[in-house]
C-alpha cells in the first residue's frame, strides 16, 4: 500500500525515525566515554574535551528531535549507556550508589556529582540550542513560536555556567615565588610544579624552597589516596626556610590522580620503587648524595619501607603519625570509637559501629566510619599556627591544583584507597623492619588515637637505629606536621643540624 508523504502515517514514522537517529550521538558518546575515560574526566585535557563534546552531543540531539525534550533524552542515554560501558572497572565512585553515611555521598559527589556537571548540564545546554536552532529553520510560512521567558532567562544562566566551567578548567595550575617580608621573589629560591616520569607514569611534585641549595626533604602524604600539595602549601612554609620541600602526589592521588590506571599495577611494592625513584629524581635534580624522607600516616608506611630496602639515599627518616600494623589499628580503633561512643551516650554511632561489626571490610567505604567517627581525634586544642585550611577539602583550593583536580581531589582519595589499603593486610613493622640503617625519629602527637600511638610505641622500642628520637607534640593529634606546623619545622631544622654531615 501506498501511503502519501502528507500521511499522518508517514509523518509520525519519519518522527520517529528522528527519534531513533537523535540517540544515536548520545549512545556512542557513552560508549566511547566508557572506555576511554571509565572514571569520568580526570585531567584538564579530558574536562575540557568533555565539556565541549558534551555540547555537541546535546546539540545533534536537539537538532534531529526539535523538542526541549532532547534536554532529557540526551543525558539519559548518555548516563545509561557510560554505566553499562564502565562496568568492567570497580571503585567507590563507580560502584553501586550509598546513601547512608557521609563517605557514601562524598563518592556520589566527587564521582558522578562531577560527571554531572562537566557532562550532562552541557550537554543538556546544547540539546536545548540544537533543538531551538531547528525549529528556527522549518519551511516557509511555519512560524516558531517565541520561547517563554522563563526558559530563555534559564538557558541564559545555563549557558553562562558552561562558559564559565570551560573558562575555569582552562585555568592552569601554578605555585607563586618564594617571597621575603616585602613580598619581592628571592633569588635563588625555587617555586615549581613539576612532572616527572616515576614508574611509567608522568607525576606531579611541587618544590619549594628559599633556596634551591639547601638539602631536600621528600613529603609523603598520608592514604593511600591523599594529596599533601594543597596541605603542606597552607603549612608548609616555615619548612621552606630550610630545605627545598618536595611535596610528591602520589600515583593515583590530587595531580597524580589520571596515573591511577591500571589499577592492577598500583601495588604497595610498586608505590615503595615509586618513592625510591623520586628519591633518585631529586638526589640528580639538586646534585644531593642524600635527602630527608618524612612520611605522614600512610606515607610513613611506604616510606619506612623504602628505607630499608635503600638507607644509603637518605639522611634520616622521620615517622609522623606512624603506622605499624594498619589492620590490628583499625580493629584497635574501632572498639576505641565504640567505648568513646558509649561514654558520650551516643548510641546512634555505636549501634551504627555494632551494626556493621569489626574490621576489616569489604566495602572501602566502612573504614572511614570505624576509624575516623571518633570526634576526640579531632577536637582539641591545636597549635596557634594551625591552619584549618590544610584539612580536607578546604586543602583543595590552592592555585596548585586546576580546577578538574579540585573537583576530583576526594574521588581520587576514595579511589586510590579502594585499591591499596586492602593490601596492607600481611604489614606488621614489629616483625618485619625492627631494623633500618638511617636515624630515625618518630613524631607523635598527643592527641593521636590510641590505637596507632600504641603500636607506634611497641615498634619505636623494638626498633634498632644508628640513633633514635621519639618526640611527643602536645598539640597535635594524628597528623604534628599541619597541627603545630611552626614546631615541627622547628625539629626538622634540628634534624638537619643533627645529620646533614654525617656520611
Known amino acids: 500500500m501506498h501511503v502519501r508523504a502528507d500521511h499522518p502515517t508517514a509523518a509520525l514514522s519519519r518522527t520517529g525515525g528522528r527519534w531513533l537517529v537523535a540517540v544515536l550521538p548520545a549512545t556512542a558518546a ?14 584538564t585535557v579530558e574536562a575540557v574535551g568533555a565539556v565541549i563534546a558534551a555540547i555537541l552531543v546535546g546539540a545533534a540531539t536537539g537538532w534531529w528531535t526539535r523538542s526541549p525534550w532532547a534536554m ?8 545509561l549507556v557510560f554505566e553499562l560501558a564502565r562496568m568492567r572497572v570497580d571503585g567507590p565512585t563507580v560502584d553501586g550508589i550509598r546513601l547512608d553515611g557521609l563517605y557514601g555521598v562524598m563518592a556520589l559527589v566527587a564521582g558522578r556529582g562531577v560527571d554531572a556537571v562537566l ?14 536552532l531547528a525549529r528556527r529553520r522549518r519551511g516557509p510560512g511555519q512560524v516558531e513560536p517565541r520561547p517563554h521567558l522563563v526558559r530563555r532567562t534559564g538557558l541564559g544562566i545555563a549557558t553562562v555556567a558552561v562558559l564559565a566551567l570551560l573558562a575555569g578548567l582552562l585555568r592552569p595550575a601554578s605555585t607563586t615565588p618564594v617571597v621575603d617580608a616585602d613580598g619581592d621573589p628571592i633569588p635563588g629560591s625555587i617555586a615549581e610544579l613539576v612532572d616527572v616520569p616515576i614508574g611509567g607514569h608522568d607525576q606531579s611534585i611541587m618544590l619549594r624552597g628559599v633556596s634551591a641549595d639547601m638539602p631536600v626533604l621528600l613529603y609523603l602524604e598520608g592514604g593511600p589516596g591523599g594529596t599533601g600539595i594543597g596541605r603542606i602549601r597552607n603549612s608548609g612554609e616555615n619548612l621552606e626556610q630550610s630545605f627545598v620541600v618536595a611535596t610528591w602526589d602520589q600515583r593515583g592521588t590530587g595531580k597524580s590522580y589520571d596515573a591511577l590506571e591500571p589499577a592492577v599495577t598500583l601495588t604497595l611494592d610498586q608505590m615503595v620503587q615509586d618513592t625510591i625513584a623520586v628519591t633518585a629524581y631529586l638526589r640528580e635534580r639538586f646534585d644531593e ?8 600516616s600512610w606515607g610513613t608506611v611506604i616510606g619506612t619501607l623504602a628505607v630499608q630496602r635503600s638507607p644509603e639515599l637518605f639522611h634520616a627518616y622521620v615517622g609522623t603519625g606512624q603506622m605499624v600494623d594498619p589492620f590490628a589499628t583499625d580493629r584497635l580503633m574501632y572498639a576505641e570509637s565504640i567505648a568513646d561512643a558509649d561514654a558520650r551516650g551516643d548510641t546512634g554511632t555505636a549501634d551504627t559501629l555494632r551494626a556493621m561489626g569489626p574490621p576489616p571490610y569489604d566495602d572501602t567505604l566502612d573504614y572511614p566510619v570505624a576509624i575516623a567517627s571518633n570526634p576526640r581525634w579531632m577536637n582539641f586544642d591545636h597549635g596557634a599556627d594551625y591552619h584549618a585550611d590544610s584539612e580536607y577539602p578546604m586543602s583543595l583550593f590552592v592555585s596548585e591544583y586546576a580546577l578538574i583536580e579540585q573537583l576530583r581531589g576526594m574521588a581520587a582519595i576514595a579511589e586510590t584507597y579502594a585499591v591499596l589499603y586492602p593490601q596492607l593486610s600481611e604489614i606488621d613493622f ?4 625492627t631494623r633500618l640503617d ?31 628520637e621519639y618526640v611527643s607534640f602536645d598539640r597535635s593529634g594524628h597528623t604534628p606536621p599541619y597541627d603545630e606546623p611552626g614546631r615541627f619545622a622547628d625539629l626538622m631544622s634540628g634534624v638537619r643540624a643533627a645529620t646533614e654531615g654525617e656520611p
Open 430 to 433: 614489629r616483625s618485619q623492619v
Open 289 to 296: 648524595d642524600k635527602i630527608y624522607l618524612v612520611g605522614s
Open 438 to 468: 638511617v636515624p630515625v625519629y618518630l613524631v607523635q602527637g598527643r592527641h593521636e588515637a590510641a590505637g596507632r600511638g600504641t603500636l607506634a610505641d611497641e615498634w619505636f622500642e623494638l626498633l634498632s637505629a644508628p640513633r633514635k
Open 72 to 79: 532529557v533524552l540526551a543525558p539519559v542515554t548518555f548516563m
Open 30 to 43: 557513552g560508549i566511547l566515554a566508557g572506555w576511554l575515560i571509565p572514571r569520568g574526566p580526570v585531567t
Open 119 to 132: 557532562i550532562l548540564l552541557p550537554m543538556m545546554v546544547g540539546a536545548s540550542h540544537g533543538a531551538a
